[in-house]
Structure formats: C-alpha cells, structure tokens
Antibody, heavy 121, light 110 residues
Framework: EVQLVQSGAEVKKPGESLRISCETSGYSFSSEWIGWVRQMPGKGLEWMGIIYPGDSDTRYSPSFQGQVTISADKSISTAYLQWSSLKASDTAMYYC??????????????WGQGTLVTVSS | QSVLTQPPSASGTPGQRVTISCSGSSSNIGSNTVNWYQQLPGTAPKLLISSNNQRPSGVPDRFSGSKSGTSASLAISGLQSEDEADYYCAAWDDSLNGYVFGTGTKVTVL
C-alpha cells in the first residue's frame, strides 16, 4: 500500500527557517517523481514543484522558484520542502503527492495528509 | 493565478446530474491528459479521474470525465450528499513546464 506521511503542524515567526517532511512507503521512492502543493487559507491548489529522487532532478513552478527548496533522501524514502526565511504569506497547508508519469501523462495519484504552516509574529 | 478556468460553484438535489467544466489552452488541456481531484472538507485532495476519463479503483462509476479540444468536463450522476466537496481539474502545461490546477468548483447538494 502506497503511503505518504507528512510531519506535524508548525508555528514559526517571520524570518525563521523551516523544513517539513514527507515520508513515503509502499513503492520504489527513487523511481517516481514526488512533489509539493500549496493551499492558502480558503484558496485553491497550487503546484510548487517536483523532484525525482533517483537523480535529484528538480523542477519548480515559476511562482515558487527561489522561494523554496525541494529535496529528497533516498536512504529513508523521504522528501522535504524547505524555507530559509519565512514570510507571513507562507501561511498555508502544504501537501506532498507522488507525481506518477507515464505515456498517459502526469498524475498526482497519492497524497499526504498535509502539513499546516503558520507564520506569525 | 490558475490557467485552467472552472465555475466557482455548482449545485443540485440528491439524484440529479451535475457537470463541471474546465477550460484551458493548447499548451495544457489541448496537448495533455486531464485529471480531476476531489477535496472533501478538511481533508487532503484525492484523485478522482485520471487520463481524461479513467476512474481509479474505489471511485464510484457515477463520476465520469471527458475532454474535447482545450476543455474538459466532470459529471456526477445520481448526486449524493457525500459528494459535497471542492473539485479541481489539472493538467501538465508544456509552456510553463509545470503542472497546473483549475480554479476549483464547490459542489453543494441542496
């Protein structure tokens, strides 16, 4: 059974750094893309970017390029989303999701439960 | 901002058929497959329809998807109270080289 389990809710101050995690199981972590999706309070879904753990190839949405860092540790089948200096506007729910790719295209087929990040002074 | 446009809301009574549209362009829906996601209140999104019209295991057959040109549609037939949720279309965009979501549609069961 494929599972993605995210780290717990975080409350941070502006300017602080943060790394949240997404631990996976039930499939070959190195062989599938895994990505992150942001949902700001009361808003829709925004794709942030993906990483291919096999070779660490990483792609970012233009909206998030330079704002966050996506990484992965193959040895523990875990993906990460990281900020170096949080802003209040980073307050949102963040979801990790496996981005399956084949001849039919891209599909976010399995999702984590979400990590709520609150940034407030 | 989203490059795929959906109506903000749709509604129906139990048993009715509801249709949600998703309008895109040649760089996304026009050249790639469309997926639909269901987000029940307070939960993570769930894949509902993949590759334009394929239902993953466990998704009831009253959910169906279609695509024509640069638009796609999700239909819910035999609407049930548990279908109250937000629904999002999504597709890969070749120009943006990224995955794009629709603006989302809130379905209400009257």
């Amino acid at each position: 059974e494929v599972q993605l389990v995210q780290s717990g809710a975080e409350v941070k101050k502006p300017g602080e750094s943060l790394r949240i995690s997404c631990e996976t199981s039930g499939y070959s972590f190195s062989s599938e893309w895994i990505g992150w999706v942001r949902q700001m309070p009361g808003k829709g879904l925004e794709w942030m970017g993906i990483i291919y753990p096999g070779d660490s190839d990483t792609r970012y949405s233009p909206s998030f390029q330079g704002q966050v860092t996506i990484s992965a540790d193959k040895s523990i089948s875990t993906a990460y989303l990281q900020w170096s200096s949080l802003k209040a506007s980073d307050t949102a729910m963040y979801y990790c999701a496996r981005q399956y790719y084949d001849s039919s295209g891209h599909t976010l087929d399995y999702w984590g439960q979400g990590t709520l990040v609150t940034v407030s002074s | 901002q989203s490059v795929l446009t959906q109506p903000p809301s749709a509604s129906g009574t139990p048993g009715q058929r509801v249709t949600i549209s998703c309008s895109g362009s040649s760089s996304n829906i026009g050249s790639n497959t469309v997926n639909w996601y269901q987000q029940l209140p307070g939960t993570a999104p769930k894949l509902l329809i993949s590759s334009n019209n394929q239902r993953p295991s466990g998704v009831p057959d009253r959910f169906s998807g279609s695509k024509s040109g640069t638009s796609a549609s999700l239909a819910i037939s035999g609407l049930q109270s548990e279908d109250e949720a937000d629904y999002y279309c999504a597709a890969w965009d070749d120009s943006l080289n990224g995955y794009v979501f629709g603006t989302g549609t809130k379905v209400t069961v009257l």
